[in-house]
């Protein structure tokens, strides 16, 4: 554990009692609520310093409501500082409404609309996704890509479509680290890191691996090609929590990025750990 506060980048919180997840209805592990307490006994009442909400995969049409609640959470405590909603970016200029109903909170800071579960190639790069995304720049909010490591060249395509939004690279891409596939996944990331509108969180790495087997060994190549590509001004500590439980607990992840960091002098530790994070998300 570092010896100075940290912020979370990546915190999820739900409760399905109050708000509809169907994707939630069947997962034996993560089908209950996960409140900020829960994450507190998780990580540590004194460890966090701030997080960041990314919204939770909520069912279409909540996504206000999400925030709304989150926001309730929030002036409860003051250490979520920052908020990703859902937005439907899909629907390319129709989504101004919803974005305009979002700009009512304050902690605002991104939207996020999930592409790993897309099938299809090209998705994000279509026509009315793009235009969704370039609507990002009138809020100056910036767009968290959440993808699976095949459609890395789809996600540098829509980066390079939109020069003017701020992007940031969710869980380094989700690469195939259970088969450690490397590449493309090693020669993209580096690629997209050329983008300099681009920043990366180092997260959801053992997620990505064996949850039962995975092993320092599995993990490391990755861990270590995102900091080369990224460097240590544009990578940010994230948790995932409580999504990364399946394979890793948040004392365990930190451990492990710990470990990877140990060669770092302290203010570039705190960069990855602090810095960088509250750059992007403009606390």
């Known amino acids: 554990m570092p010896n100075f506060p940290i912020v979370d980048a990546h915190l999820h919180i739900w409760d399905p009692a109050r708000l509809p997840y169907a994707w939630l209805d069947a997962h034996a592990t993560l089908g209950r609520s996960f409140l900020l307490d829960d994450y507190e006994a998780s990580v ?23 925030i709304a609640w989150v926001d309730s959470v929030a002036r409860v405590d003051s250490r979520i500082g920052a908020y990703v909603a859902h937005a439907p970016v899909d629907r390319g200029d129709a989504v101004l409404a919803e974005l305009e109903e979002l700009q009512a909170f304050e902690k605002m800071r991104g939207v996020r609309r999930l592409i790993q579960s897309e ?4 998705f994000c790069i279509q026509p009315d996704f ?9 809020f100056e909010w910036s767009f968290d890509i959440c993808i699976l490591g095949w459609q890395m060249a789809d996600a540098i395509a829509l980066v390079d ?3 003017k939004v701020s992007f940031i690279l969710d869980h380094i891409g989700k690469p195939t680290i259970r088969e450690g596939l490397l590449e493309p996944w090693r020669a ?12 990366c969180k180092l997260s959801g ?28 001004d544009r990578l940010m ?22 470990h990877s960091l140990a060669g770092l002098s302290l203010d570039e530790q705190k960069s990855i750990y602090r810095d960088v994070a509250r750059r992007a998300y403009r606390f």
């Open 44 to 66: 540590g009442a004194d460890a966090v310093e701030a997080m960041v909400f990314v919204e939770c995969d909520i069912d279409a049409g909540h996504s206000a409501n999400e």
């Open 237 to 258: 500590f994230a948790g995932d929590w409580p999504v990364a439980t399946q394979a890793i607990s948040p004392k365990a992840w930190i451990a492990e990025v710990d």
């Open 188 to 199: 993209q990331i580096h690629e997209l890191a050329e983008r300099s509108n681009v920043v």
């Open 161 to 163: 479509a939109c020069p």
């Open 205 to 232: 790495v053992a997620t990505e691996a064996d949850h039962v087997s995975w092993t320092r060994a599995d993990l490391a190549p990755f861990i270590d090609t995102a900091l080369q590509a990224f460097g240590t």
């Open 130 to 138: 793009i235009a969704g995304v370039r609507a990002l720049e009138r």
């Open 119 to 122: 099938t299809k190639p090209g």
